[in-house]
């Protein structure tokens, strides 16, 4: 099987702005709005190259999915970018009425999630996202691990006809998904093989999978990763065939232990397989200020607490 491999770190907030600047000269109903955030969100080059259908709203976040909703009765596809936190909490009321509920077809683009926004601290760090957005019903939730990932998961949006929310990242990460890499919605990427530990990550956590695979097979343990980048619809095959050979289950997030990835996929064993299952997440808290390496060390978001949830699994399986 490939094996994948880093071939130069980048962030995944630039494959975001990879893929809207392709759309925007590949299509032109798509229209990109920004609450005050242009350079964070990398829509620079959108906005230079399609300034007619580049939207400035402001730190007016509400309004801006507001305007997206409207925009899609004329036949656009709005692609609206902030950090996740105000993506999400701040307008959640726009979102469920204005977007979810009308099924309109906006795309939520969403920078700076989890932990590694680093040094802004709570406020900022948004962990809850994820259950916010995909108990929204007919809410696609997307969370990419690299570079190329967002690039691909960016255009491949467009091309689906619904209310998506997209996730991604502010800090340099290992990119190792090709660049030629399909990304299909809603089916999830084997990565490695393996047949004692079943190990599914999401976001920058798959990355982390990756690197504890690769120590647990120095200790004589098999373990098969999968990197599931839709959180909804999830791929709930994939994963059943994979524990039906591995027997027990790690989920690797950075997200709240609760209503994230890990949750999803209890809701699957529960109903078709109950087996082990182990939780990388931050449990339950807010996070703090510091680098992402620190906070990510500190609440167990790393390989090492993947490493260590994979033994635990194992030692459970009867």
């Known amino acids: 099987m490939k094996k994948y491999e880093n071939t130069g770190s980048k962030d995944t907030r630039s494959g975001f702005g990879a893929g809207l600047a392709e759309l925007g000269k590949s299509n032109e109903n798509v229209v990109a709005l920004c609450a005050d955030l242009i350079g964070s969100l990398k829509?620079?080059?959108?906005?230079?190259?399609?300034?007619?259908?580049?939207?400035?709203?402001?730190?007016?976040?509400?309004?801006?999915?507001?305007?997206?909703?409207?925009?899609?009765i004329g036949g656009k596809i709005p692609f609206t970018g902030t950090f996740a936190n105000f993506s999400t909490g701040r307008v959640y009321d726009q979102i469920r009425q204005s977007v979810a509920y009308s099924d309109k077809n906006v795309k939520i683009c969403a920078s700076h999630a989890g932990l590694t926004l680093g040094e802004d601290g709570a406020t900022h760090q948004i962990l809850e996202d994820i259950g916010l957005m995909k108990m929204l019903p007919g809410m696609t939730v997307i969370n990419t691990c690299d570079y190329n990932q967002t690039k691909a998961a960016t255009i491949a949006i467009a091309e689906h006809h619904g209310p998506v929310y997209l996730r991604f990242g502010r800090p340099v990460v290992p990119n190792f998904i090709p660049a030629d890499q399909k990304f299909e919605i809603g089916k999830a990427l084997m990565l490695r093989e393996g047949t004692d530990v079943t190990i599914v990550a999401t976001g920058h956590l798959v990355w982390e999978a990756l690197v504890a695979a690769e120590a647990l097979e120095k200790e004589g343990i098999s373990a098969e990763v999968i990197n599931i980048h839709t959180i909804k619809p999830l791929d709930e095959g994939a994963i059943l065939k994979s524990v039906s050979k591995t027997r027990c289950i790690v989920t690797a997030e950075e997200h709240n232990i609760l209503g994230g990835l890990g949750e999803s996929i209890s809701r699957v064993l529960a109903l078709h397989d109950p087996l082990p299952q182990e939780f990388v997440a931050v449990n339950d808290s807010f996070g703090e200020s510091g680098t992402p390496e620190q906070l990510m060390e500190k609440y167990g978001l790393n390989s090492a607490a993947i490493i260590a949830s994979a033994r635990k699994a194992i030692s459970r399986k009867k």
């Open 43 to 72: 829509m620079d080059e959108f906005k230079k190259n399609h300034p007619e259908r580049f939207f400035q709203v402001g730190i007016a976040e509400a309004n801006m999915i507001g305007i997206a909703a409207g925009l899609t």
